[in-house]
Structures are given as structure tokens and as C-alpha cells.
């Protein structure tokens, strides 16, 4: 299995408090984070760190300069899974394996039309009602981590968490 079970990629990310909560998050599950730059914050910013907590010592994480720098560090992109209110599959219609990597897009703007079109059949929605624009990144990232985690537990894959 690999070093981290997940892999998270926040592309551009705009929120400190976000970025910190979504730290967090990696941290309860091992996973590592990924932030693709430019960030709308600093990496030092009180506000990322005060949402990650304590926690941020325990993160492995890192920063790169763009899209194309990711892809050469974590050569899997047919398991990368993008996540936009635009597609058509539900994030629980995938089986997901330890490795993946989860893409996220940008508070305001989302992932760019031009991954999500390469990648149309890898983009994963969670379903909403439609008198709510979006969830916030932070929740995104909690849902469909723990849902690819459910499942590595399930297929035993990883043991569980505490």
C-alpha cells in the first residue's frame, strides 16, 4: 500500500480557514496534502494555522508551483478523481483505492473547464439540492475522503481507525 492512503489536492486554494480545516482532515487519515499554487494565502498565515490546530506538525503536505508539477510527482493521473458540481457521477459510484488522489478546486471558481473536460469521465459530484450554490471545500474534501476510506476499510485494504 502506499506511504499515505489519499492523496488531496486543493488546486489554487483561496481560504486559509479551508485549507487549515482540510490539514486536518489529512492528518485524522493520513493522507497527504497537496497545494497547487497560486494560494490566496500565506503559507504562514494565522489563520490556516489556527484552523489546522495543533495538528499541522502531523501533516505531511506539499506546495507546487502548478498543475503540470503535480501530475510529474504523483504519476497516477487515471486515478485522480476531480470533483465539480457539473458531473454527472456521484462520488459513491466510484471504488476508490488506496493511492488515489482527490482533486479540489478553488473556492470561487472551481477547477478550470480545461482539466475538467480531459477528465470528464474522472469527475465525481456530491450530490446537493439545487437551493444550495455549493458546499464549502473543507466539507467536500471530509465527505469524500471518509467515503474512499469507508471503502479501503471495507475492502481491507487499511484496518480501521481508531
Known amino acids: 500500500m502506499p506511504q499515505n ?3 488531496i489536492v486543493l488546486f489554487q486554494p483561496e481560504i486559509p480557514h479551508n485549507t487549515g480545516a482540510v490539514g486536518r482532515t489529512c ?9 497547487v499554487r497560486p494560494l490566496g494565502f500565506r503559507i504562514t498565515d494565522k489563520n490556516l494555522r489556527r484552523a ?3 495538528y499541522w506538525q502531523f501533516l505531511d503536505w506539499e506546495i507546487v508551483d502548478d498543475w503540470e508539477s503535480l ?3 504523483i504519476p497516477t ?8 458540481k457539473t458531473a454527472s457521477r456521484l462520488y459513491t459510484e466510484t471504488r476508490f483505492l488506496p493511492g488515489d488522489t482527490l482533486v479540489f ?4 471558481n472551481g477547477l478550470p473547464p480545461s482539466l ?8 465525481l459530484r456530491i450530490p446537493i439540492r439545487p437551493e444550495t450554490r455549493s458546499l464549502n471545500l473543507s466539507v467536500s474534501v471530509g465527505i469524500t475522503a471518509y467515503e474512499a476510506w469507508r471503502q479501503f476499510v471495507a475492502a481491507g ?3 480501521p481507525l481508531p
Do not use: Y
Open 5 to 7: 492512503p489519499l492523496n
Open 27 to 35: 492528518v485524522a487519515l493520513g493522507a497527504k496534502l497537496w497545494l
Open 52 to 54: 489546522g490546530l495543533d
Open 71 to 73: 501530475v510529474m510527482k
Open 77 to 84: 493521473p487515471e486515478r485522480f478523481f476531480f470533483l465539480t
Open 105 to 108: 478546486g478553488s473556492e470561487s
Open 116 to 123: 475538467l473536460e480531459n477528465h470528464a469521465a474522472q469527475c
Open 157 to 159: 485494504e487499511v484496518e
